[in-house]
């Protein structure tokens, strides 16, 4: 477990790749209702300048953060995302990687005794290296306990 004191600004982390198909597309539209033909329609993404669909811009921020949840953190949990920015489409067989950095440490403005505030900025990637998606991802995160002070 890493309590906010642990943090450190410049810490990165890396994920693995992924391959966006064609089901996580259908899945996401189904799940979100979100069937816009440029997501669902082949012929109509013909005439885009991709010249074919892309995938929900919400399907790779889930994506993106999924795949940077590797461990679990019991003393933090997520508070939010800021800055988010679709940069360029992601197509059925792109392969996707995110990576991070703490960016900043502040103290929580209602409870700076017990909590802090990291923020940690987000590029995913695609095969190229060209940044698709980028935003800040913010975390709550408890600080240690006071020595003899209850938990």
């Known amino acids: 477990m890493t ?28 799940q979100t209702g979100d069937f816009y033909p440029h997501h669902m329609d082949a012929e109509f993404a013909k005439t885009l300048p991709g010249g074919q669909r892309m995938a929900h811009g919400t399907l790779i921020l889930s994506m993106a953060v999924g795949m940077l949840a590797g ?20 197509h059925i067989g792109d392969t996707i990687t995110s990576r991070s950095e703490i960016i900043a440490l502040r103290e929580h403005a209602k409870y700076p005794e017990t909590l802090g505030i990291a923020d940690e900025r ?3 990637v695609n095969q190229r290296g060209e940044v ?6 913010i975390y709550v995160v408890n600080k240690k306990p006071e020595q003899g002070a209850p938990q």
């Open 122 to 124: 987000v590029e995913v």
């Open 132 to 137: 698709v998606l980028a935003f800040v991802h």
């Open 3 to 30: 309590w906010f004191e642990e943090y450190e600004i410049g810490s990165s982390r890396q994920s693995h790749g992924r391959t966006v198909t064609e089901a996580d597309i259908v899945t996401h539209a189904g």
């Open 71 to 90: 461990e679990i953190n019991d003393q933090a949990m997520s508070y939010g995302y800021d800055r988010v920015r679709f940069v360029k489409p992601v």
